[in-house]
């Protein structure tokens, strides 16, 4: 089974940077898919970026692409969030979670959906004020 641990969340104003790790104890390696998600008060939670730690294959959510990126250090088993230019709208909890790939149109691959995940972290609240 795997435990993933997030670190790194905080307090920022707008414009500023954090960058959150999430590491994977369990096994020697990270799981075949990685991601972060994200879920504010009253809302569903939702994909932020995800990485298939084998092929380096990205997703990112529209909301944060050319800000936010993913990235991994499999000799530490850790996947890192960098956000930068963080705006109050991403203010919320964020959350990795790992998974297996799926049979996908015949491939097995990865699915940047909540759905897809099975092990899930404790969470890390990240504040943007104005």
């Known amino acids: 089974q795997v435990q993933l641990v997030e670190s790194g969340g905080g307090s920022v104003q707008d414009g500023g940077s954090l960058r959150l790790s999430c590491t994977a104890s369990?096994?020697?390696?990270?799981?075949?898919?990685m991601a972060w998600f994200r879920q504010a008060p009253g809302k569903k939670r939702e994909e932020v970026a995800g990485i298939d730690t084998g092929g380096s294959k990205t997703d990112y959510a529209d909301s944060v692409k050319g800000r936010f990126t993913i990235s991994q250090d499999n000799t530490k088993n850790t996947m890192y969030l960098q956000m930068n230019s963080l705006k109050p709208e991403d203010t919320a909890m964020y959350y990795c979670?790992?998974?297996?790939?799926?049979?996908?149109?015949?491939?097995?691959?990865?699915?940047?959906?909540?759905?897809?995940?099975?092990?899930w972290g404790q969470g890390t609240q990240v504040t943007v004020s104005s």
């Open positions: 369990g096994y020697t390696s990270l799981r075949n898919c």
């Open positions: 979670a790992a998974g297996p790939r799926l049979l996908r149109a015949g491939t097995w691959q990865c699915r940047f959906t909540v759905d897809a995940y099975n092990y």
